[in-house]
């Protein structure tokens, strides 16, 4: 069994019903059921964030904000059929659409100056604070929820376990470029990390707003994307191939995973979604390995026990 189909019924195993009479109520069972379908939405997008890198890496020729904006402008296209090809569903107000690029636009181009400033590695490494950033902030930005220490813990064991896996994926040529001195990529990793985590929160804080409108984000995110294109790096000419595998990041980790994890959000608890999402750098990594034909190493192994285990932790807890 893979790990994810382990996360599935750790998630499943781990909703219990409250009993009245011996018997869960139907308050109880659509509660369950919503739980679950959230959980599973979640692993859905971080399914599709764990392709990123392996795309990443065939379309490492293509200037950063370039495949950026191109992708998000494709995977922008997911809200014509969720919203029956009217755009104008997918009109928000405009703080909300500030929201979305702060969110969309924003965490991007400070992950993009990290990996230019900053070893790649550790910056990787500092930007995946933002799940346990998730479940830390979850009780400041959501009222009713309560940080509860299994909750820290779980994060804690989540985040060592991605750090095992990311910093075991580096080999001693990357090791011995990356130094260890002070970079201001730094601290541009850790507010990237703070962008997505507080935008995965705050969504849920403005007034509700359709799926579809996700790709109002995208668009504008987009566009941003490209200007930064124009401004900061040079100009290149894309392959057929090329818009291929564009095309599938767009639909995909920069698309699709959006529609996805909106979805989740709203409907799901932030401090569980935020322990499952560690599960995105390992099964990036054990993806990569699998595509290289390298086999899986026992940092990765002990990595998705420690991961699964601190999901498994952080979905029992209430």
Known sequence: ??????????????????????????????????????????LGAIGLWSSLASLGVALNHVPPFLLTGLSLLIG?????????????????????????????????????LALRD??????????????LLIVVLAPVFLPGLTLRWQHVVAALIGFAGAAMVILSNTNSGAADSGGVGWSWGYPAALAAAFIWSSYSLLTRRVSAFPTAAIGS????????????????EPAVSLS????????MM??????????????????????HI?????????????????????????????????????????????
């Open 1 to 42: 069994m893979c790990l994810v189909e382990k996360a599935v019924v750790m998630i499943k195993a781990s909703v219990r019903p409250s009993v009245c009479g011996g018997h869960p109520t139907s308050t109880d069972m659509n509660s369950q059921v919503k739980s679950v379908r959230s959980n599973l939405l979640a």
């Open 76 to 112: 922008g296209l997911i809200a014509l059929p969720l919203s029956g090809f009217r755009v104008s569903r997918w009109r928000v107000p405009l703080p909300t659409l500030a929201l979305g690029v702060y969110g969309l636009f924003g965490y991007h181009f400070l992950l993009f």
């Open 118 to 131: 900053a070893p790649p590695v550790q910056a990787n490494l500092v930007n995946y604070l933002w799940p």
């Open 217 to 232: 984000f995208a668009w504008v995110s987009g566009l941003l994307a490209l200007l930064c294109h124009v401004l900061m």
């Open 240 to 247: 057929t191939r090329d818009w291929v595998l564009i095309g």
């Open 250 to 271: 767009g639909l995909g980790p920069l698309g699709g995973a959006f529609f996805l994890w909106d979805k989740a959000l709203k409907t799901g608890d932030a401090r």
């Open 274 to 318: 935020g322990i499952l999402s560690y599960l995105t750098p390992l099964l990036s990594t054990s993806m990569l390995l699998w595509l290289s034909g390298r086999a899986l190493t026992w940092p990765v192994a002990l990595a998705g026990v420690m991961i699964v285990g601190a999901a498994w932790m952080g979905t029992r807890a209430r």
